[in-house]
């Protein structure tokens, strides 16, 4: 099933995916959750959902799409996920994951701006997909982990990279305002692949291919990164696990190409759907 969040005249809420349309599941249920962040940490939240969609009206426009995941307890992002990113980067390919976090105040909506600092020029897209922990998990084996995810989602992680490489963490060119887009909704993992292997991610800009590359290129798989973060940490549901980009960023081109205010982004995976943002300069 797919999800979206929305913000509809000062209410918000979510709408499932019908044959007809969107199901404002809100409308149908008062005391179900506006994020899926809170929405996946209940016990019984498909069957709450299923009940709800049973009575829910149509979702009517307008609305504004708000990322599916806006309240997480956590984002841990992965760096050089993928062999031919690692290439073109100036690091060797690792052997462990490299871990960063990321800031609940960064999330972006679907069709939303994403924003271009005025402190920097170099503004970089990094198509990826996004995982969303659906139960708590610590210490679990990668035979286990999939157990663990409540569903996907898709991210545009918009990097600065002067500030990345200001300094051996990685943190502060990750986290400026406006800059991650998340959506344009959830979909449960029973929808896809286990793990969302095989799936084509595809990121372009101004509707030329940028990135394109298959989920099963990851040098560490969904099950793999989350049984490696439990054993550091305690995931919560809600929490967003994004995974790493493929080749094809504007930082690996030569010389570089960054975006530009009026710049059209997207990135599309596979049987999750496009998620789609304008940059917008910051006054």
Same mark, same amino acid.
């Given at each position: 099933?797919?999800?979206?969040?929305?913000?509809?005249?000062?209410?918000?809420?979510?709408?499932?995916?019908?044959?007809?349309?969107?199901?404002?599941?809100?409308?149908?249920?008062?005391?179900? =959750?506006?994020?899926?962040?809170?929405?996946?940490?209940?016990?019984?939240? !498909?069957?709450?959902?299923?009940?709800?969609?049973?009575?829910?009206?149509?979702?009517?426009?307008?609305?504004?799409?708000?990322?599916?995941?806006?309240?997480?307890?956590?984002?841990?992002?992965?760096?050089?996920?993928?062999?031919?990113?690692?290439?073109?980067?100036?690091?060797? !390919?690792?052997?462990? =994951?490299?871990?960063?976090?990321?800031?609940?105040?960064?999330?972006?909506?679907?069709?939303?701006?994403?924003?271009? =600092?005025?402190?920097?020029?170099?503004?970089?897209?990094?198509?990826?997909?996004?995982?969303?922990?659906?139960?708590?998990?610590?210490?679990?084996?990668?035979?286990?982990?999939?157990?663990?995810?409540?569903?996907?989602?898709?991210?545009?992680?918009?990097?600065?990279?002067?500030?990345?490489?200001?300094?051996?963490?990685?943190?502060?060119?990750?986290?400026?305002?406006?800059?991650?887009?998340?959506?344009?909704?959830?979909?449960?993992?029973?929808?896809?692949?286990?793990?969302?292997?095989?799936?084509?991610?595809?990121?372009?800009?101004?509707?030329?291919?940028?990135?394109?590359?298959?989920?099963?290129?990851?040098?560490?798989?969904?099950?793999?990164?989350?049984?490696?973060?439990?054993?550091?940490?305690?995931?919560?549901?809600?929490?967003?696990?994004?995974?790493?980009?493929?080749?094809?960023?504007?930082?690996?081109?030569?010389?570089?190409?960054?975006?530009? =205010?009026?710049?059209?982004?997207?990135?599309?995976?596979?049987?999750?759907?496009?998620?789609?943002?304008?940059?917008?300069?910051?006054?």
């Amino acid at each position: 099933m797919d999800i979206l969040s929305f913000l509809q005249n000062g209410r918000s809420g979510l709408a499932l995916r019908g044959k007809a349309g969107w199901l404002d599941l809100s409308r149908a249920d008062s005391d179900l =959750p506006d994020d899926v962040a809170a929405l996946v940490a209940l016990p019984d939240w !498909q069957s709450r959902v299923e009940g709800a969609a049973a009575a829910a009206p149509l979702l009517e426009e307008p609305y504004e799409w708000l990322s599916p995941v806006r309240r997480p307890q956590k984002i841990l992002c992965v760096g050089l996920n993928y062999l031919d990113h690692v290439a073109e980067s100036p690091y060797k !390919q690792p052997d462990y =994951p490299t871990f960063f976090p990321r800031f609940a105040s960064t999330l972006i909506g679907h069709e939303a701006a994403l924003i271009k =600092p005025r402190s920097s020029d170099d503004f970089d897209y990094e198509g990826e997909l996004a995982v969303v922990i659906g139960r708590k998990a610590r210490h679990v084996t990668v035979d286990d982990a999939l157990e663990y995810v409540a569903g996907y989602t898709v991210f545009n992680e918009a990097s600065v990279r002067d500030y990345q490489f200001k300094s051996p963490q990685w943190t502060m060119g990750k986290n400026f305002d406006g800059t991650g887009a998340c959506g344009p909704w959830f979909t449960t993992a029973d929808a896809l692949p286990a793990g969302a292997r095989g799936l084509m991610l595809t990121t372009r800009i101004n509707g030329t291919v940028k990135q394109q590359a298959s989920t099963s290129d990851m040098l560490f798989d969904v099950a793999t990164l989350i049984s490696l973060a439990s054993e550091v940490l305690t995931l919560a549901p809600g929490d967003l696990l994004v995974t790493g980009t493929p080749a094809g960023v504007g930082f690996g081109m030569k010389p570089p190409v960054y975006l530009k =205010p009026g710049d059209v982004c997207e990135v599309e995976i596979e049987r999750i759907g496009i998620l789609r943002n304008v940059v917008k300069q910051e006054f």
